[in-house]
């Protein structure tokens, strides 16, 4: 099955870019998802990428898919403190599918 | 709040007890998943139903669980003879038929806490 593995933490400092890498095993994952989870709220789908596409824009959000790497990224343009949160990377093999999660990347913006 | 409502927020049990969750999607949300996330960790995939269908189950939902949806509408999430290992928070997902997850949300989650 899907395996999703991503590094455990990062820090920057306000102002600055974050990217936050991820690796996934399945190639026939489809769908490929970044959510955000702030402490004492919920989940929330920030982004998500076709396996056709390289690349997407979203305002501050770029996601970057090098499919026959299986590495999928997310770069937070400007980087301010309220993007502190926990960033999970996810996949699943159709848009109504199980999604299979990571363990998670804790993101700390320093002051 | 995204609309998907689930009770209680917080439930401390003894090892043994029986636990029920209750998930409410959103109106017209034909798609209800349950998900179980434990400290640190990614939230990982329990069952799935489309309507009042269980249509997939996790090897994790061990027969200790149960999930119904009876009406095609809420959902609840039993777990007998509950084990310290039970302890996480569990979350429960809804998505429209016609649409992807895309248009997923997440509720707030329930923390079960078995002492």
């Known amino acids: 099955g899907e395996d999703v593995e991503q590094s455990l933490f990062l820090s920057v400092r306000e102002g600055d870019s974050s990217v936050i890498n991820c690796t996934y095993t399945d190639s026939s994952s489809t769908y490929l998802y970044w959510y955000k989870q702030e402490p004492g709220a919920g989940l929330q789908l920030l982004t998500y990428?076709?396996?056709?596409?390289d690349m997407k824009q979203d305002q501050r959000l770029t996601v970057l898919l090098n499919k026959k790497d299986k590495h999928l990224s997310l770069r937070i343009a400007d980087t301010q403190t309220g993007d502190s949160a926990i960033y999970f990377c996810a996949a699943s093999e159709t848009s109504y599918d199980k999604v299979i999660f990571g363990p998670g990347t804790s993101l700390s913006v320093i002051p | 709040d995204t609309g998907v409502s689930q009770n209680p927020r917080h439930k401390i049990t003894k090892r043994g007890q029986n636990v029920t969750f209750r998930c409410d999607p959103i109106?017209?949300?034909?798609?209800l998943y349950w998900y179980r996330q434990t400290l640190g960790q990614g939230p990982e995939f329990l069952t799935y139903f489309q309507n009042e269908a269980q249509l997939e189950k996790s090897r994790l939902l061990s027969d200790r669980f149960s999930a119904e949806r009876p009406k095609g509408s809420f959902s609840t999430l039993e777990i007998q003879r509950t084990e310290q290992g039970d302890s996480a928070m569990y979350l429960c997902a809804s998505i429209p038929l016609a649409s992807g997850i895309e248009t997923q949300y997440f509720g707030p989650g329930t923390r079960l806490l078995v002492l």
């Open positions: 990428i076709f396996s056709n596409m």
């Open positions: 109106s017209e949300h034909n798609r």
